[in-house]
């Protein structure tokens, strides 16, 4: 069951828009630089991190010292590669709409820069619905699956913990929310969702449902 919903915070990436494609692309690259034979599925278990959380991991495979600008390398190689790679996740622009005719106020946040989300909601033709409400991890100093995000977004809106709703579709964002003491909806297109369930968020297939379970929960609170 959810919360009747003060606020409702986003994920980005794999929730309003897909750059999944295009990031693969900039990870398996780098990784076949240093010499790391990393296939695309590997690659997509990386979904969530930051830059800075793969530079951990790309280090460990390597004696080079990949240095302090190589998140900065990697989000322009991303950046780069968006055009043609990036589209709107199904339903998304509709669930945002729907959301702010409901009353209630939203945030997204995500672990990806302000420069990533600006090009990947430009491209998408979203910039008008998250203009002002977006969050980055840069903004707090640490990513998720730390809550510092979600609980800032929150506090943004002057709304508790308890009382806010979030749409999440990966590991570190749905641990990031149940963190916070939030609720979580998790979105699982591919049928994937026994982790994110055990995780302790409610499941969806399909952004379409969204508007009525939040719907349903602020009705049950007026009743």
């Not at 100093?141 to 579709?169: H, T």
């Not at 998790?186 to 026994?194: I, K, L, Q, S, T």
Request: negative net charge; hydrophobic residues 50%.
């Amino acid at each position: 069951m959810l919360p009747a919903p003060g606020l409702v915070i986003f994920d980005c990436d794999g929730v309003l828009v897909d750059s999944e494609p295009a990031s693969h692309v900039v990870v398996m690259t780098e990784a076949a630089r240093i010499g790391w034979r990393l296939s695309e599925a590997e690659a997509a278990g990386f979904v969530g991190l930051r830059w800075s959380d793969l530079q951990e991991l790309f280090q460990a495979r390597t004696d080079e010292d990949l240095g302090a600008e190589w998140p900065d390398r990697m989000q322009a190689s991303l950046l780069a590669v968006l055009d043609g790679h990036l589209r709107v996740i199904p339903g998304a622009a509709e669930l945002v709409r729907a959301v702010a005719a409901l009353g209630l106020p939203y945030r997204v946040a995500s672990n990806s820069s302000h420069e990533e989300m600006a090009e990947k909601f430009r491209l998408a033709g979203l910039t008008d619905l998250v203009a002002g409400r977006v969050f980055s991890a840069r903004d707090v100093g640490v990513g998720k699956p730390a809550p510092d995000l979600f609980l800032a977004a929150a506090a943004s809106a002057g709304v508790a913990p308890r009382d806010c709703v979030v749409i999440e579709d990966s590991r570190p964002g749905v641990m990031a929310a149940r963190a916070a003491g939030m609720a979580c909806i998790g979105y699982a297109p591919n049928g994937d969702e026994f982790w994110l369930a055990g995780l302790g968020a409610v499941v969806v297939a399909s952004l379409e449902v969204v508007p009525g379970m939040l719907a349903a929960a602020l009705r049950e609170r007026a009743a």
